[in-house]
């Protein structure tokens, strides 16, 4: 750790900079806050404003007004200054187009200066120098920063999770504000409320981030793709170059000296001991443990007692101590309001449904009410009125519940009828249970304490503890129309990072592959008949055009779509078998049996000449000679699909399409590549969950969606090459394929569950979308009917790659138009794994920026027009 006279030696050496060479150091008290600016910029269309060098404040500054470009007289310029602090260099240079602040010297902040500080940030903050870095990332919407934080115009989730009523309502709204929001909204003023004792209080504030961006609370530069360290305690903010100066030995953790003592914002208690990436660059490894032991441990950091309500009452000092010192205490405990339900351990937000198990029988808190979940299900666990997604959970787990039934549920799972002494099972003992605890998100006990046998080879039961810590995993919902390649997408990614198929779910597979082996038979067999069909009928009516007279030849030795008697027998057995949906009933005993015809058949010239025409053939999938031309093999008992053969294979699971597995990869952005940022400090992984459900199980309305509120983000799968597809509803009524995506697509963009979710759009088999586009135009779709492709040199690529783009800005339009959003795109070929993979990480970096636009970090101010920016900008991932 950096001892002070260290401090003070680094402090020395950068004055010696500041300073022209020979000059004395001045001491700290007489230190100027002084700002240089310097404008690099063409000729102003005005004049700057005459500054008053003893009083900058005489500027009236704001900032926004002078950029590059800009042509309005601004009525002052970018730069505001600390109250009363004098100027030392007012430098106007005109051969550029930016405001630049080039140097600074700056006295220690103090709390008095540090919310004023804040002012001048923001004239540096739009330098403009990395244009073309950022078009190489997600762009945010220029309007969108504009917008109220959790404003009425449909905007976003704040980034910052807040169940109580936020502090200061009156500032959050507004991000011009902020400026001095940060102010009425500090610790001080929250240390004031907190002796009224209402935890309320101490409610995390979405807007206090607001403004703040990336400029330096001490140097007062700024870059805002720099990553800045927070003061735990105020708003101030400091580079890599002031951080150690600001914070000094940091005995509390991340504070300014001045804010040492101080409790904490509550906002950013989850960060606590959770080292970052311009921390570990400063301080040495043995340094940051002793930092983050100081910050999660120093008494000045604890939660206090009256900052925590159970059951409708504040805890007592011994009772918050039974709680943090129990075996299982709740993770992340924030302050706020609780319920707890002793016998079970069950423990939740006020209103909310149970968020977690906790040990059982601690004395905290008042009495459990029945409304303390706020559920309205007429059924009732330990006295509490459950919610509805809990009682969906029970259903789904064979519990009984009609309305007006009370539980008994102990802290192992067991559970009664109330008054009936008759334990009837255990709530959580089927892996089944628990994974549908954990796609949403209910909390299951862990190992140890249900004492339910975990099956290991289960996906769910090696994952679910993972999900007792909220909030460290990160819900992907992976969504498409049928076909669309959701399954090869969630296949592949299983494969990219680290999930090993079990031996249940490859046996999945392997009886899935058999099956499709007959079901891809069956479609050439049915389209034979009708190209023999046709083709005899053609002939029958060319013959008799020739001879005007009936054919007497025998048709069926001509026709090259004609099979012999004993393949007619199968085909007339296994297309009634296909009529009657009776397939299943045949598996696995027939695989074996029939696999010598099988390969038969398919190499037989008609059925091969079929196949010639497969475009023709309604839902023949590409990867069909794949299995066929290995029926014999794929029949056998020992065959074990090889990565291929999974990824081809169609599906996932083989009922109801429903599959989840979690993961996680190397958290460095490209942005951090970029900056060549090294992890000295072994730095969180965040986890993701994928959860890939099948569009048919939507068929009752959506029904299922709500089962998915808390998704970070859905990922929308459309397959390009469906623009010249039928698909045929419900009802069995046909519709272009596209459009169908386009609908589907819509609903769920319109979902109340999703208002607040972020949406990716994977546009998949780019590899077939690439070999279709020459043969069939774009417009075979109505909706993508106005593409006119620019041919520079009549090559196939830039024709697909702008098809795509056009196609990508369509949804990219839809989007927008609902949410006033904007729309994520990324190009897939699930075959590949690369392709998978970088979409992923593109996944990764979308999200990243979404919570830094949620933070309101970064300021991006772009040109957004659909066709200029969009054609060579990210949102539309190229490849
Ligand atoms: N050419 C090509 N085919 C793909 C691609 N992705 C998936 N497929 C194939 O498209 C077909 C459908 O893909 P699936 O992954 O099963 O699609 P899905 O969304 O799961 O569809 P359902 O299982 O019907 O709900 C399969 O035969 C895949 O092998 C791709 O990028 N390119
Ligand atoms: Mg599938």
Known sequence: MASEPEDEKRWEGLLRKMLPAGAPLPDEEHLDYSIAIEYEGPPLPYDLPEVDPVNIDSLNLHSSSVAAGSVEAPSSIPVASPVGQKVSRFNRARNGGVVKETSRTVSFPTPRTQPELRNSREGSEFEGAEEGFISELP???SNLEQKPIGGATGGKRAAVVTFNEPRDLENEGDPENDNDGGRSSSPQSSAATEQVGSPVAWASSPGRRSSKRGICSRCGKGNRLKEREWCLVCDAKYCSNCLLKAMGSMPEGRKCVSCIGQPIDESKRSSLGKCSRILSRVCSPLEIGQIMRAEKECPANQLRPEQLVVNGR????????????????????????????KDSGLWGKEGEKPGSIISSKLNVGGKLRSDASNGNTKVFMNGREITKIERRMLKLANVQCPPDTH?????????????????????????????????????????NQSGAKEDPTTPSSRSVPEYLEQGRVQKLLLFGLEGSGTSTIFKQAKLLYGNKFTSEELQNIRLMIQSNMYKYLSILLEGRERFEEEALTENRISLSAAHDSPSVVDESEQCIYAINQRFKHFSDWLLDIMATGDLDAFFPAATREYAPIVYEVWRDPAIQETYKRREELHCFPEVAKHFLDRAIEISSNEYEPSETDILYAEGVTQSNGLASMEFSFDDRSAMSELYNETYEYPLALTKYQLIRINSKGLSEGFKWLEMFEDMRAVIFCVALSDYDQMWADGNGLLHNKMLASRDLFESLVRHPCFRDTAFVLFLNKYDAFEGKINQVPLSACEWLRDFSPVRPHGNNQSMAQQAYYYVAVKFKELYSSITGEKLFVAQTRAWEGASVDEAFKYVREVLKWDEEKNDNFFAINGDDSFYSTEMSSPPVRQE
């Open 314 to 341: 504040q805890l007592r000092e011994e009772e918050l101590a039974e709680i943090l010192g129990c075996e299982l205490p709740p993770q992340k405990l924030k302050p706020g309001r609780y319920w707890y339900d």
């Open 407 to 447: 539980f008994w549920v102990y802290d192992d799972g067991s559970y009664e009828e109330e008054g009936q002494n008759n334990i009837k099972g255990n709530i959580w003992g089927k892996a089944s249970t628990r994974f549908i605890c954990s796609l949403f998100s209910l909390p299951v006990p862990s190992g």
């Open 139 to 141: 762009v945010q919407d």
